[in-house]
């Protein structure tokens, strides 16, 4: 299989990217982003329920198990849902890095079919940034962290401001969304400095 188009390789002047300091602790589950959200939410009934969690330096691990609402061919999960749960976990380095980054470009590689019922476990790295660019990948395998590659994933995130969601969304819920994520930051706080 060919390497990633060359729009996904860092350019010159890429630097390593960096784990920022308030950063959850690896091992700590990040919870939904958005309740509604289809991979992460858990009041979307046919979503991923896909679970985050931070990881050492700047990675990220998930997993969520592959229901019958997520069939492509019979018994075996659809790709775009697998895009999906890659999307998200890459999605999820936001947290670690603490940027506010969308999706620009996002390559995905199917190696083996995923059959419903199978937990999968996914595990995403920044891997370089390069002005408002995040170069990212990620790899989903079977069973646990040392299953066999199932799927594999290279990205290009790119930061914005929050008029984005503002802008373009619907903006009482972002509003809601982000006092919830400070309440969050605020009892992080108190955990590690009580
Ligand atoms: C979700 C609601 C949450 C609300 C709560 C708020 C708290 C948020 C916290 C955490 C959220 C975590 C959410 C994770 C969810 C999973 C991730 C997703 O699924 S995100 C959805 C899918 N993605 C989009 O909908 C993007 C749609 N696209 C755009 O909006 C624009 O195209 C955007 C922002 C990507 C770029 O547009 P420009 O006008 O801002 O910037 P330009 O100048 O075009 O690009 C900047 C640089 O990036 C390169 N670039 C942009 N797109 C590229 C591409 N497709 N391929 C290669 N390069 C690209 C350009 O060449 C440029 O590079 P040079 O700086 O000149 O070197």
Redesign the pocket.
């Known amino acids: 299989m060919s390497g990633p188009t060359a729009?996904?390789k860092p350019?010159t002047g890429a630097v390593a990217p960096e784990r920022h300091p308030d950063a959850p602790p690896p091992g700590e589950l990040l919870g939904p982003?958005?309740d509604q959200?289809f991979?992460c939410g858990l009041k979307q009934p046919h979503g991923l329920h896909l679970a985050a969690r931070a990881g050492e330096g700047a990675s990220v691990t998930a997993e969520f198990t592959i229901a019958s609402a997520h069939q492509g061919a019979p018994g075996l999960a659809h790709g775009g849902v697998l895009a999906?749960a890659l999307?998200?976990t890459?999605?999820?380095l936001?947290?670690i890095l603490q940027v506010?980054?969308?999706?620009?470009?996002l390559e995905t590689n199917f190696v083996r079919p995923v059959p419903v019922g199978t937990v999968l476990h996914l595990e995403a790295r920044a891997t370089a940034v390069?002005?408002?660019?995040i170069y990212s990948a990620a790899v989903g395998r079977l069973g646990g962290p040392d299953g066999r590659v199932a799927v594999r994933a290279t990205a290009?995130?790119?930061k914005?401001p929050?008029d984005?969601?503002t802008d373009?969304?619907r903006a009482a819920?972002?509003k809601a969304?982000?006092a919830q994520?400070e309440q969050v930051k605020a009892v992080r706080a108190l955990e590690v400095n009580p």
Do not use: M
Not at 100 to 105: E, K, L, N, Y
Not at 130 to 133: F, S
């Open positions: 729009s996904l350019p982003h958005y959200c991979a999906a999307d998200e890459l999605g999820s936001n947290w506010i980054a969308v999706t620009g470009r390069h002005g408002r660019k290009l995130f790119v914005v929050i984005h969601f373009h969304g819920e972002i969304v982000l994520q």
